[in-house]
């Protein structure tokens, strides 16, 4: 599975963004690897963290510093998922990474994106 992430760029803080990934390749293992579509992001000397992520039926998972600003949605029939980011603040800064997984929660079982940089000046 190939995943294709895009719509990074440089905002100012209270800014939007939004961002896609599209997910492509062999009918059947695409399939069960895009069950979950998600995204995650890694900042400078720190981890990667879950943003949030979503399955085919539409169950979300966000992150505290999502909720309330952030927006998850997907396109079953494109293989699709969109990252609307609003409200956006300079610790949002980050690699953000598209992630494709047949289980929620399990990223290490998919496959990732190229990874998109955001950058939220003050």
């Known amino acids: 599975v190939q995943l294709q992430a895009s719509g990074g760029g440089l905002v100012q803080a209270g800014g939007s963004l939004r961002l896609s990934c599209a997910a492509s390749?062999?009918?059947?293992?695409?399939?069960?690897?895009?069950?979950?579509m998600g995204w995650y992001r890694q900042a400078p000397e720190k981890q990667r963290e879950l943003v949030a992520a979503?399955?085919?039926?539409?169950?979300?998972k966000y992150a505290d510093s999502a909720k309330g600003r952030f927006t998850i949605s997907r396109d079953n029939a494109k293989n699709t998922v969109y990252l609307q980011m609003d409200s956006l603040k300079p610790e949002d800064t980050a690699v953000y990474y598209c992630?494709?997984?047949?289980?929620?929660?399990?990223?290490?079982?998919?496959?990732w994106g190229q990874g998109t940089l955001v950058t939220v000046s003050s």
């Open positions: 992630n494709a997984a047949p289980v929620l929660l399990r990223p290490d079982l998919g496959s």
């Open positions: 390749g062999r009918i059947l293992p695409l399939n069960v690897m895009v069950n979950v």
């Open positions: 979503i399955t085919k039926d539409g169950t979300t």
